[in-house]
């Protein structure tokens, strides 16, 4: 069955640096999305995005962060300037089109010395 | 702004017994969805409802969607260990541009033998 995968698994990084969070979206799949969640809390949406742009952002997706997709296949996550409180597990999904569930990868578990 | 709460947050119950989860979102959605998710794993994609009245049934987990109470509960049935889990249930807002969703605080489900 198709998959979303996401690289690396585990990220560490000193505050102040900057981190690119890498995802491959299942093929088909024209919507994608990051999410994150702090350890033992709930998952929060940071942006969605579709036909090469964004299309919808959290108050969290401020100017520190940005989305890209650089190619056919892969769509990244890039956070500046990394702060204490960006350490967090970070989802990326995709879904066929805005009705069907979205499919998540398993992770990137982000932390921040 | 759309909300979502669940309850209870922890539930531990023995195998072979029922329960009932609840989500309750506060404003209107057109979509819910329930995931689970295992310790330091993804979320997994377990029902999608889209429409008052909507039952699904997957194994022993049912899950149904109430729109004109905004409630949906997920129903365990003769509950085995391998459902320990942490179940999440997310809605999307109503006429949203995207997909995005907004997730509940979870459930930790915990099946004693």
């Known amino acids: 069955e198709p998959e979303v995968t996401q690289t690396p698994s585990h990220q560490v990084t000193q505050m102040g640096q900057e981190v690119i969070l890498r995802c491959v979206p299942i093929s088909n799949h024209l919507y994608f999305y990051w999410y994150r969640q702090i350890l033992g809390q709930k998952v929060e949406f940071l942006v969605s995005?579709?036909?090469?742009?964004?299309?919808?952002k959290s108050e969290i997706f401020d100017d520190q962060f940005s989305v890209e997709r650089p190619d056919g296949s892969n769509f990244t996550l890039k956070i500046r300037s990394t702060k204490l409180e960006d350490s967090a597990m970070y989802f990326c999904?995709?879904?066929?089109?805005?009705?069907?569930?979205?499919?998540f990868g398993d992770g990137t578990r982000l932390s921040i010395l | 702004e759309l909300k979502v709460e669940q309850n209870p947050l922890f539930l531990s119950m023995q195998e072979g017994k029922n329960y009932t989860i609840y989500c309750n979102y506060s404003?209107?959605?057109?979509?819910l969805y329930w995931y689970r998710q295992d310790p330091g794993k993804s979320l997994e994609s377990l029902f999608v409802l889209l429409s008052n009245g909507a039952v699904k049934q997957e194994g022993r987990l049912m899950a149904s969607l109430d729109t004109k109470a905004r409630l949906s509960t997920l129903h365990i049935t003769a509950a085995v260990h391998d459902l320990s889990a942490t179940y999440f249930c997310a809605a999307g807002p109503y006429g949203g541009a995207t997909n995005k969703l907004i997730f509940g605080t979870g459930t930790l489900l915990a099946v004693q033998p």
């Open positions: 999904a995709s879904s066929e089109n805005a009705n069907q569930p979205q499919h």
């Open positions: 404003t209107t959605s057109d979509r």
């Open positions: 995005f579709y036909n090469n742009e964004i299309s919808e």
